[in-house]
């Protein structure tokens, strides 16, 4: 299993499993540059999608550093997502590299994918454009992105810190959409990676006064005092990721990308309660840092 998180349904219930490192794992960097050291051994040259914000700026310095065999892209849909292609340009101009630029056009694929939508009951149809890019690129490389090993931790419960999986995720589906076309490749590639990402003590502190907060009744869900404390994506990623790699990368304003795009492709998210999962963080900081090489199965829901 290279995936370090896989997704299996028991019964129409979700069950997330984890794989532990088989050895003693190293700062985020190191164990990044390992993954890209790794990916090319077992898999050869790869393209990497980049999308201009700081997961994709992450996985071009290791490449660059790694001196790996790869090539990156980026999708470009004019009017749409302009701010992130400007921010190509200036990665291009940071990093000395060029970037392949995709140009699609959503309105002619929109029939096309809203009748799918319906045959294949999508949520959304925000990565039929990613299956789209995958198909237009001329070598049968895979694909590296970046998200299904980073789900974000949850908190703002007195059950503790929690890590939230739907069988369903969104990102799930648009690397099954990809799978269909050529082998896609998450990055965090290896246990070792994700170990040291979740394990960092930058997570651990904040998860500690997360929950000092929520215990003494210091956050309102009411009036949002504190709110922060829940905004891991947005603040606690980036800083996590910045003590490693400073001024190596271009920093980028945090968007989704998705700011400008048309209402017919917005998600509507209603995954079932039966196929979610959440994963006390704390067990899982356990699990991992045994290093025993074993996988811990997950099925429960606390909330």
């Avoid at 009036?223 to 490693?244: C, S, V």
């Avoid at 945090?254 to 400008?260: A, H, V």
Wanted: proline share 5%; hydrophobic share 35%.
């Amino acid at each position: 299993m290279n995936n370090p998180i896989t997704y299996e349904l028991e019964n129409n219930k979700l069950v997330v499993k984890y794989k532990s490192p088989s050895r003693s794992f190293d700062n985020l960097r190191e164990e990044l540059n390992n993954d890209v050291k790794r990916i090319n051994a077992e898999h050869g040259p790869v393209y990497v999608a980049f999308s201009s914000g700081v997961d994709s700026q992450v996985i071009l310095r290791c490449f660059l550093d790694m001196k790996g065999d790869f090539e990156p892209f980026f999708m470009h849909v004019k009017g749409l997502n302009d701010f992130e292609y400007n921010l190509v340009k200036e990665s291009e101009k940071f990093y000395g590299i060029s970037i392949k630029i995709l140009e699609l056009d959503l309105e002619k694929h929109k029939q096309e994918w809203l009748r799918r939508r319906e045959i294949e009951k999508s949520i959304t149809l925000l990565h039929h454009p990613f299956e789209w890019a995958s198909m237009q690129l001329p070598e049968q490389f895979p694909m590296i992105m970046s998200g299904a090993n980073e789900p974000a931790i949850i908190g703002n419960s007195k059950k503790g810190q929690y890590i939230y999986h739907n069988y369903y995720e969104s990102l799930l589906l648009r690397f099954d959409l990809i799978g269909q076309h050529r082998t896609i490749l998450d990055f965090p590639y290896s246990a070792e990676s994700l170990a040291s990402y979740y394990c960092d003590d930058l997570i651990k502190t904040w998860a500690n006064v997360s929950d000092y907060y929520i215990n003494n009744d210091l956050v309102s869900f009411k009036t949002m005092k504190m709110a922060p404390l829940g905004r891991f994506n947005y603040y606690l990623k980036g800083l996590l990721k910045g003590q490693y790699f400073k001024k190596d990368i271009l920093w980028p304003t945090k968007k989704t990308g998705y700011e400008n795009y048309p209402e017919w492709t917005v998600p509507h998210w209603n995954y079932p309660v039966e196929t979610s999962v959440s994963v006390n963080y704390n067990d899982l900081v356990g699990h991992l840092e045994s290093c025993s090489g074993t996988i811990k199965e997950f099925k429960d829901w606390n909330f």
